[in-house]
């Protein structure tokens, strides 16, 4: 119990990080949060909250692909309760790469598992890779 709330305290501080990060736009903030996120899965390699949220953020804001999808694979192979989420991410991290068919096998597979609150959403972009695909094959 002492290691999950030294690894949560850790995780906070860098999710001031990130937000630091996000109302300035500053990546060196951004670099910070991640590097707090890496420490506390080292404290607590249970804790995937924050193994996800680190992807999250290297994908989104720091463009380190590679390193995002580990982690979102890491926990897609852990069977983790932020699989859905981890798949969610993968399938836009594949679609911002334009490696659509990757993203539509990703989406079809989050709208098998039980609904979530990103469920229309990620019919929403199904819809729009599928029209992309179409047009791909004509």
Known sequence: MLRFLWAYLVYTWGGLHRL?????????????AVRCFTKAFEIDPSFHRVR???GILLSRELGRHDEALADFNFLLAEK?????????????????QAQFSEALADLDLFLEMPEDSF???ALRMREILQAILSEDHH
Do not use: T
């Open 20 to 32: 630091f990060g996000n109302q300035n736009s500053m990546r060196s903030e951004h670099e910070a």
């Open 52 to 54: 996800l949220e680190r």
């Open 80 to 96: 983790s309760d932020y699989s859905n989420l981890a798949l969610l991410n993968r399938a836009i991290l594949h679609q911002h």
């Open 119 to 121: 469920y229309d959403e």
